[in-house]
C-alpha cells in the first residue's frame, strides 16, 4: 500500500464564482499563481474567478483556464506544504493541471494551451452544435450498445463521452442523435437521464477539427517525461513519453473520459488515499462510487479553506 496519496485535477463544470479567493488571501504562493495568470493572459483571470459574472465564468474559454489556474493556485500551496503525490490524473481539462503537478508542462504553457483548447472547442461547438447527457443508472457497456443502435438508426452520432463511475456515464453527439439516445436510455431503464447545461459535444468526433487544430498548438509547447506516474483519460494507463502524451491529449478531445478505469488504475497501484485538488468535489464524489474502501479528501478539507 502506498502511503502517499494521489492527485486528482477535476475538469470543467467545477468552476464557481469566488474560487481560490480564500485561498489567495491567505497563501502568497496561491496569490502569486492567479497574478501570473492575469499576467501571461493578459486580463484579469483572477477577477473573474473570485467575483465573476458567472455567465463569463462558465464561458468555455475562460473557465478552462480558470480551472487550471484554481487548481494549481491550491497544487502550489500543497507542494509547499510537504505534499507529494505518488501519482496523478486529471479529469479532461484536468489532465493538464496533472501535468503541470508532474513536472513535465509549465504552468504557464499549460495557461495558454487550454485557453486554445477552450476557444478551439467553442468554434467546434457553433461549427457542429451538438450536446450532452448523464445517464444513471445503466453500466457503461449498455450505454455504449444503445447510443451505437441510436446513431445507425438516426444517421447522426451520439456515445459515451465520460465513463465516471458505475452507474454514471455521460453521452455526447449531435442535437437529433443526443435526443433520441436520451429516449433510449430512459426507455431502456436508466433510472435518470439529465441534460448538461452545455453547447458542445465535448469527447465526441463532432470535435475532430477542434482536436486537429490544438493538435498543431500541442506540437509548439515544450512536454517532458513526467517525474510522477500520469495516468491519461485515453488509456487508464500510465504513459511517461511525451509523444505518448501529446497524442492522448489530442485523442482526449474525441474519445471518451476513462475515469473509472483511470482511478481503478491507480488503486492497483497501491493507492489508498485521494486528495481532489482544485475547486468542488465532483471527483472526491466519484470515488466512493467507484471503490469505497479507499479514502477521499477535497483540497478545501485538507487546507480547511
Known sequence: MNNRPAFQFPGQGSQRVGMGKELAERF???ARIFARADE????????????????????????????????????????????????????SLGE?????????????DALLLVQERGRLMKEAGAR?????????????????AICERVSRETGGYVGVANDNCPGQVVISGDEAALVAGMEAMQA?????VVRLAVSIAAHSPLMAEAA???????????????????????????????????????RQLTSPVRWRGSVQQMIRRGIARFVEVGPGDVLTGLL???????????????LGV
Open 188 to 192: 431502456a431503464g436508466a433510472r435518470r
Open 212 to 250: 486537429a487544430a490544438f493538435r498543431h498548438a500541442l506540437e509548439k509547447v515544450p512536454l517532458h517525461r513526467p517525474r510522477i506516474p500520469f495516468i491519461a483519460n485515453a488509456t487508464a494507463d500510465v504513459l511517461e513519453e511525451p509523444e505518448s502524451i501529446r497524442e492522448a491529449l489530442v
Open 128 to 144: 457542429r452544435p451538438g450536446g450532452m447527457a448523464a445517464v444513471l443508472g445503466l453500466d457503461a457497456e449498455e450505454v455504449a
Open 288 to 302: 466512493r462510487r467507484i471503490d469505497a474502501s479507499v479514502h477521499g479528501l477535497t483540497v478545501a478539507q485538507v
Open 40 to 91: 501571461v493572459l493578459g486580463f484579469p483571470l483572477s477577477r473573474l474567478c473570485f467575483e465573476g459574472p458567472a455567465e463569463a465564468l462558465n464561458d468555455t474559454a475562460n473557465a478552462q483556464p480558470a480551472i487550471l489556474t484554481a487548481s494549481v493556485a491550491a497544487l502550489r500551496v500543497l507542494e509547499e506544504m510537504g505534499e507529494s503525490p505518488a501519482c496523478v490524473a486529471g479529469h
Open 28 to 30: 502568497p504562493v496561491a
Open 96 to 108: 493538464f493541471t496533472a501535468l503541470v503537478s508532474a513536472h513535465a508542462l509549465t504552468f504557464e
